[in-house]
């Protein structure tokens, strides 16, 4: 059974970066698709980045790409979310979550299992 834990999340100014960051426990990550996803106030969960052995790495809102990046540490067992110039529009939970079948997917449904989730506020 596999089990994710997020950490990293914080208060951050606009401009600023983070790190999130998914480690698992049980079974490699590398055997999944893993998706980050954000949910901000009163909005659904959202894809926003992945990482797979099939699909290489993807992002999803326009808004991200060429801010965030998605990296996988096979030794740790941990995915990292890297987010910079981060805006207002960036405020919300993120989750981590891992699909069997090892191909990205923007919907939530797909996915296997999910972490808890960490708070991310971009505020000044």
């Known amino acids: 059974q596999l089990r994710l834990v997020e950490s990293g999340g914080a208060l951050v100014q606009p401009g600023g970066s983070l790190r999130l960051s998914c480690a698992g426990s049980?079974?490699?990550?590398?055997?999944?698709?893993i998706t980050w996803f954000r949910q901000a106030p009163g909005k659904v969960r959202a894809a926003v980045s992945c990482i797979s052995d099939e699909d290489g790495t993807r992002h999803w809102p326009d808004s991200v790409k060429g801010r965030f990046e998605i990296s996988r540490d096979d030794t740790t067992n941990t995915v990292y979310l890297h987010m910079n110039s981060l805006r207002p529009d960036d405020t919300g939970v993120y989750y981590c979550?891992?699909?069997?079948?090892?191909?990205?997917?923007?919907?939530?449904?797909?996915?296997?299992?999910w972490g808890q989730g960490t708070q991310v506020t971009v505020s000044s």
């Open positions: 979550a891992a699909r069997k079948i090892d191909l990205c997917s923007d919907d939530p449904d797909s996915y296997d299992y």
């Open positions: 049980g079974v490699p990550l590398d055997q999944y698709a």
